[in-house]
Nanobody, 126 residues
Framework: QLQLVESGGGLAQAGGSLRLSCVVS????????IAWFRQAPGKEREGVSC????????YYIDSVKGRFTIFRDNALNTVYLQMNSLKSEDTAIYYC???????????????????WGKGTQVTVSS
């Protein structure tokens, strides 16, 4: 049974760090592109970062480049999003999603991903 379960969200101060985890079951992570998305209140869901299958090329939207890092642990079938230098505008529900396309400028498009987790809330206080 395919399942994606996010964890690691919470409350952080501006300038702080959080690490999100997404445990994938039912699929071998290394064979699929996997992405992190976020949705802030009143805004559309947006791609944040994408990790391609195989060679593991990474993609980020401009607003998180240099601050966020996506990486995976194939042995644990888990993908992570390390978030440093957090800003109040990073506040959102963060989702991981599987089986879509990584894109250079957008990182990922929500409509192109098939399987989703339920999300984890990240709140950054200024």
């Amino acid at each position: 049974q395919l399942q994606l379960v996010e964890s690691g969200g919470g409350l952080a101060q501006a300038g702080g760090s959080l690490r999100l985890s997404c445990v994938v079951s039912g699929f071998l992570l290394d064979y699929y592109n996997i992405a992190w998305f976020r949705q802030a209140p009143g805004k559309e869901r947006e791609g944040v970062s994408c990790l391609s299958q195989g060679n593991g090329t990474t993609y980020y939207i401009d607003s998180v480049k240099g601050r966020f890092t996506i990486f995976r642990d194939n042995a644990l079938n888990t993908v992570y999003l390390q978030m440093n230098s957090l800003k109040s505008e990073d506040t959102a529900i963060y989702y991981c999603a599987l089986n879509g396309y990584c894109r250079r400028s957008l990182a990922a498009r929500p409509d192109e991903f098939t399987f989703w987790g339920k999300g984890t809330q990240v709140t950054v206080s200024s």
